[in-house]
Nanobody, 124 residues
Framework: QVQLVESGGGLVQAGDSLRLSCAAS????????MGWFRQAPGKEREFVGT????????LYAESVKGRFTISRDNAKNTVYLRINDLKPEDTAVYYC?????????????????WGQGTQVTVSS
């Protein structure tokens, strides 16, 4: 069992940067590839990126490549999402999730544990 708690969201201006954190409980955190998703009002939950369990590889959605960076610190049971040059279209609730390995890395169904989400609002 892994419990996830996101933090770091807020109201920011376009062009700002933000780092979201996802703190995990449970000794097995280091065994899970982790993902970040986001959901804007009225839209489906969207894959943002994923990081391997050892932190050595990452994959991102095409729409966020170059601005989003995922990292993790297994000693601190924490995964991070840094967002640079924020845009109004980045406004969403951001979720971290732990992947079970079943299903593709960019599908919601592949992730078994989810946090409650943190709101990011970008003003223009």
């Amino acid at each position: 069992q892994v419990q996830l708690v996101e933090s770091g969201g807020g109201l920011v201006q376009a062009g700002d940067s933000l780092r979201l954190s996802c703190a995990a409980s449970g000794r097995t955190f280091r065994n899970y590839p982790m993902g970040w998703f986001r959901q804007a009002p009225g839209k489906e939950r969207e894959f943002v990126g994923t990081i391997a369990s050892n932190g050595l590889s990452t994959l991102y959605a095409e729409s966020v490549k170059g601005r989003f960076t995922i990292s993790r610190d297994n000693a601190k049971n924490t995964v991070y999402l840094r967002i640079n040059d924020l845009k109004p279209e980045d406004t969403a609730v951001y979720y971290c999730a732990a992947r079970s390995g079943v299903g593709t890395y960019d599908s919601v169904s592949a992730y078994v544990y989810w946090g409650q989400g943190t709101q990011v609002t970008v003003s223009s």
